[in-house]
């Protein structure tokens, strides 16, 4: 069994500040991380995701998040948000392979001018 | 392509009616799943289909019937609806790892 944490249900963070938004995970096996942002309205899509390899990841638009196994997280960070990264972003974790995927409730990221 | 479609986007049925979502990808997917989104509870899997001919209960499973007509589409059937069953519901598919999301049906039972 698996399962996905999310700590904060929402995080305000004024423009251009940094943000972090938390993810813990617990699993029996190795495990693949993904992080998906769903904007208002609109079905999720993928933001980054973790496989295998280097621990770090980045997304196109700035993000970057670091799996840690010692500390099962996988938190998501960004410099400097700008107000179209205000969305919902969800955690999930999955086994690999065609397996069910896990997700977290989701963190609402509201950013402030 | 158009990815992962869902119809319909809106629906509004009273308790007891009947219903089929329907969902239908074109990225010659082997998995398909739906979830329901609910405020605070994050999205949680009904049923899932890793490969065209089979399907799986997921985390809530009740009052729901799936069926994988082919490997493209897979629907969502709701045979006695109830106000329980007031949701977003979303469609995903996916090649391996990274799921891909249509753009949901948000349904209201009186």
């Known amino acids: 069994a698996q399962s996905v944490t999310q700590l904060d249900s929402q995080v305000p963070v004024f423009e251009e500040a940094p943000v972090e938004l938390r993810c813990n995970y617990s699993?029996?096996?190795?495990?693949?991380l993904f992080w998906y942002v769903q904007y208002p309205n609109q079905g999720l899509q993928l933001l980054l995701k973790y496989l295998s390899g280097s621990t770090l990841v980045e997304s196109i638009n700035g993000f970057e998040a670091e799996f840690n196994k010692s500390q099962t997280s996988f938190h998501l960070r960004k410099p400097s948000v700008h107000i179209s990264d205000t969305a919902e972003y969800f955690c999930?974790?999955?086994?690999?392979?065609?397996?069910?995927?896990?997700f977290g409730i989701g963190t609402k990221l509201q950013v402030i001018p | 392509n158009a990815g992962v479609t869902q119809t319909p986007k809106f629906q509004v049925l009273k308790t007891g009616q009947s219903m089929t979502l329907q969902c239908a990808q074109d990225?010659?997917?082997?998995?398909m799943y739906w979830y329901r989104q609910d405020p605070g509870m994050g999205l949680r899997l009904i049923y899932y289909s890793a490969s065209e001919g089979t399907t799986d209960k997921g985390e809530v499973p009740n009052g729901y019937n799936v069926s994988r007509l082919n490997k493209r589409e897979f629907s969502l059937r709701l045979e006695s609806a109830a106000p329980s069953q007031t949701s977003v519901y979303f469609c995903?598919?996916?090649?391996?790892?990274?799921?891909?999301f249509g753009p949901g049906t948000r349904l209201t039972v009186l």
């Open positions: 699993s029996s096996v190795s495990v693949y």
């Open positions: 999930a974790v999955s086994p690999g392979g065609y397996q069910k995927v896990t």
């Open positions: 990225m010659n997917h082997n998995s």
């Open positions: 995903a598919s996916s090649p391996r790892d990274e799921q891909f």
